[in-house]
C-alpha cells in the first residue's frame, strides 16, 4: 500500500498517492494523468537505449494501485501514449484483458496521436475536450478548458515539480500535486517523464512527492 | 637512403634558396625520417615553419618516387591526410601548400574537408581524392562513415596531426587515436592484398612453387608502402607521451616507434606586468582589471596591434566597452571576437588583423589558436591564465617574424594576482610547462565510433577489438566491458525480449551493421564530441544577424531586457523559431550574459612556481630592498607591503609549508586553508575536509573557494589544531571520504550529458529536423535519473562518474597535494582580523548574497575598516 494524504475539494475526498494518482473516494476513479505509455519503446526503436525497466515499472505501478483503490474506473487526463504505435503498446493490449471490465476513460492529450480504431480496440472511452463529472472537470492542458466559471479542474500536461532551496546554493526539486484555487495539476505518472518547476503562490497547496512519501507545503 | 643526394631533396632545397631561405636542421632532420618511411613527433612552435617540415616531406617522398614525371604525373590518390583542430587554420594552410605545389610545377590538388566543405566539393572528392585533404578530427570519422572507406586510404603515405597537443588530453585526440588504428589497419590489409595478387598471377601461369617463394621474400615492396603518421606539437611537458600516444597503434615487440624531432628555436619572449598606481593591501577579485583601462590605452597606442586576451566572453564586452568610454578615438580600430560572435564578423576581424587595419582586438581563447596575425607585436593579458602553456601560447601570437621579440603584458585583476606574473616568469624561464594527460577508457567515443563503422561497412568485433586494444585509450579496456558496450549497442541493455523493437546495430554473419537509413543519418550528423550547450541565433527584428547566445541565458529574459552581444546593447523582444529576436536599445544598463564556460583551475605546474615566488617573497620581508632587488622583481617589490603585512597578521607560506589561518569575524569562525592547486582540488578537498571535522565533532559549515584556497565558515569554533591537523590532510581513506562527502551525484549528473551526446543517447535537434525528432527528445538529467533507477550498472553511466573523479575533482592531483602536505609543514596562525591572503575569498562568499553595488560598498567599508588598524 502506497502513502496517501487526504484533500477536500468540494466536500469530496481525493486521496493522493505517493505512486502519482489520486482516487476520488466519492465515486471511486483513479485519476491520473501523463503515462506516456510506449514512450521507452519509441526511444528504443530509433536506437536510444533507454532502460525498458521504466516502462515495466510504470505498468506495475499502476497495477499495484488498481489493485489497492479497486476502482470503478479510470480517468487518464491525457498523454497516455507518448508517439506512434509500437510494440510496447501491444503488451498494454495484453495487459488491458486482465483488467477487461474496468472502464478507462481518456481525455486526450497532445501526444495521443493513435488512431480512433486503436482505442476502439482497447476499449477506452475517448473525450476529445474535457470530461464533466458532477462539479469537476478534467481537462489535459488547463489552458484549454472551455469551461470558465464553473467547477474544479483537473489537469495534466506540465509535469509540475517543486525547487525546494536549502541553504548554500543546494536545491533539490520533487514531482508534486499542484492545487490552486480553481484547478488542480496532476505529476506525470511515468517516471521516464521531464518536469516543469512551478512557483506556488500563498493559498495554494502543493504536495511534492519524495521518495516513497508526500510532503505538503 | 641518403636524404641530401635524393632528387626530391634539391629540388625543394633550390626552390626554397631561389626565394632566399634554407632549410632549418629540424626540417630535413623530418625529411630524412620521411624518406625512410619512419614516424615521428615534430616539436616546433607555430610560424617557425612546422608545416613544411611534414608537408615538403611528402613533396620530396614523391618527387623521389617519381623522379621524371613527378610534374605531370596527376590523379595520384590520396598522398597527405592533414588532420587540424580547427577549420579556420584549414583555408591558410591549404593555400600555402597550394603555393608550393605551383611553384614547383606539379599537379598535386589540396582538398579541404570540413563542416563548412559543400556537398558538390564532398562529392568530387568521392570521385577523385586531391593528394592533399585537410581535414578535422570531426571529418575525418565522418570520411569513415561513408562506404567503401578503405578504398580512400590505400595511396595514402602520410597520416599528419597538426596542433597534437591541442588534441591530446580532450576526446577529440581519442577520436585521432581511434581514425589512426582503422587507416592503418586498413593500409595494412590493402597491401596484404595486393602482395597476394602476384602470387596468383604466378601460380596461374604454373611458373612452379620456387618463383612464389622467391617473390614472398621480396620484402621491399612493402617497405616504401608503410605508412607514416606525423604528429606536430608545441612544447608541452609529456612530449615524449605526446608521440606514444600517438603512434601506439605502431608499436611493436621491440617497443614504441618514431623519434621526436625538435626544433631549435629560441625565441625571445618579454613579459611585463602592468602595476596598478595604489596596490590594496586587501585585494579582491572582480574590479581592479577594468581600472587598469587608462593603462591600457597607451599601449594601444604605442604598438601597431595588440590582442587583448580576457578570460571570459563577458568581461570581453565589458572591456570592449570600457576602452570606447576612455578612448572614443579608437572606435573603428578596435574590435570584440569571441565564440559566440557571428561568423561572418569574426571572419571581418580575422582578415583585418591579417592587413593591419585594426589597432585592438579583445577577445577570448577564440584567438588562441590559429593562424598567424603578422602585425600583431602586443599581446595583454588580463587576468590570470591559469596555467604556463596558455600564458605562452598567447604571448607567442605576438612577434611572429623569426627572430621578433614576443611582447606580453600581463594585467592582474587584483593585486594578488601579481604573483601569478612572477611565477609566469620563473616559469617560462625554466621551461616548466604543463603536461596534456590523455584521456583513459572513454566509452562514448567508443560507441560512437563503432556506430560510425556500423553506418559504412559494418565491422566484425573481433577484429576491431584488437586494434583499439592497441591505441593509448583503450589499451587496459576488459573483454567484458568490451562485451557490455555491444550488447548496449545491439540489444539496447535488458528488455521484455517480445515487446522490445529496440534496434541500432544489427548482426548480419558477424558483421556489425546499422542499416536503417534514418538512423544512418542521424549518426552522420551527430559525430564529434564537442557538445555544446544548446544555442540560440540571435537575430534583429528587422533581419541581420548579431550571434549566438546560450538558451539558458536567454530563458532568464523578460521581454524589454537589455543585454550586451557583440559590443551591442540589445533589448530582447521574443523567441521565435529557435532564434531570439532583438531590437537595438539605448539603455545605458544592460545585463551582460554570464556564459557557462568552464572555469579552468590553476595548472598545477603554476600552482607550484606560484608556491616558490612565496618563498622570494618571505625571504624579503622585513628588510628593504636594495635597487636590484626591486628590478629584478618588480611585482614583489610592489606588492611588499601587503606581504608585509600579511606575515605581521599571519605567515607568508613557503614552499614546503600549508597555511591555515584561523579568524574569527561577526560572521563567524573562519578557516582559510591555501594548498594553491586550483579551484576544483580546493572544491573537493574544502568537502572532504568539512566531513572529516563532522566526524570529530557535530559541525555544519559552508564553502568558498578560489585558484589559491579555500574557506570553511562555521557559527562554531572549527576543531582544527596541532594535534589533529596532519590527519585531516591524510591521504588514508580518502577515496571512501571523497564518496561520502563530495556531491558526487550532482556532478555525475553535469558529465553525463557530454558522455550521454557523445555515446548517441541524445540527440541535439538539427534546425531541419526540429518537429520531427520532437518525440525523441530527451533531457540529460532525466536520463541521468533514469539510468541511475534502472541501469546503474550502465557502462555510460559509469564513464561519467569516472570523469567526475578524473577531471571535476582532478583525483591524482589532489593525493598530490596532500603527499605534498604530509611531507611538509603545517602551519596554523590565528590572526586578530582578516589578512591579504583570505580577503578575496571572503569577498566571494559574500558575492552570492549580495547585488555587485551593495557588494562594492561594503568591500571598500571593509577595506578601510580593516587599513585603519
Redesign the interface.
Known sequence: MSFVIPHRIYNNTFLLSADRCIFWEEEKILILSDLHLGKT?????????????????DMQRLVSQLQSFKPRQVIIIGDMF??ES???H??FLKWRQDFASLPIHLVKGN?DILKKEWYALADITIHTCELLIGDFVFVHDVVDCTVPDHGYIFSGHIHPAVTIRG???QSLSFPCFYFGMRYAVLPAFS????TFTIEPKAGENVFALVKQTIISF | MKLLSTKGYNIISDWLAAKGHHPFLFQEQTWQEIIEGKSGLVNAPTGCGKTFSVFLGAVIDFINHHPDNYQTKIKNGLQLIWITPLRALAKDIGRAMEEVIMELGMGWKVGIRNGDTTMSDRQKQKRQMPEVLIITPESLHLLLAQKGYAEVFATLKILAIDEWHELLGSKRGVQVELAVSRILACHRQKQSKKIEVPEAVLENTNEGAVMVKAKKLNKPTTEDRKLSIWGISATIGNLEQAKEVLLASLKSKEGAAGKIIKAVVNKKIEIESIIPDEIEKYPWAGHLGLKLVDKVVPIIKNNKTTLIFINTRGMTERWYQALLNVAPELAGAIALHHGSIEQDLRLWVEDNLHTGRLKAVVCTASLDLGVDFRPVDTVIQVGSPKGVARFLQRAGRSGHQPDATSKIYFLPTHSLELVEAAALKQAISETFIESREPMLLCFDVLAQYLCTLAVSDGFAPAEIFEEIKKTHCYNQITEDEWQELLF??TA?????Q???????IEVEEGVYR?T?RR?AMRHRMHIGTIVSDSMLKVKFMSGGYVGVIEEYFISRLQPGDVFTLAGRNLEYVMIKDMTAIVKKSTSKKSIVPSWNGGRMPLSANLGLMLRRTFDKAFEMNGRTLVKKERQDNPELSVLKPLFDLQESLSHIPKENELLVEHIETKDGFHLFVYPFEGRLVHEAMAAILAYRISRITPITF??AMNDYGFELLSDQPIPVDDTNVYELFSLDNLFADIQRSVNSVEMAKRKFRDVAVIG????QGTPGEYVKTK??Q??AS??F???T???PK?ILLRQAYQEVLDQQMEEVRLRNMLERIQKGNIKIQFPARLTPFCFPLKVDSMR?NLSSEQLEDRIKRMQVQLEKI
Open positions: 519503446g519509441h526511444f528504443r526503436k530509433a536506437g536510444i537505449a533507454i532502460p525498458q525497466a521504466v516502462f515495466k515499472e507518448h508517439s509500437n510494440k510496447e501491444e503488451f501526444h541553504l548554500g546554493k517516471k521516464f517523464t521531464g | 548496449f549497442l539496447g541493455g535488458a528488455a521484455l517480445q515487446y522490445d523493437e529496440y534496434k541500432k546499422i536503417n538512423m559552508s564553502f548517441g543517447l541524445i540527440f518525440h525523441l530527451n533531457s532525466l536520463l535519473n533514469v539510468f533507477e534502472y541501469d550502465n552570492e
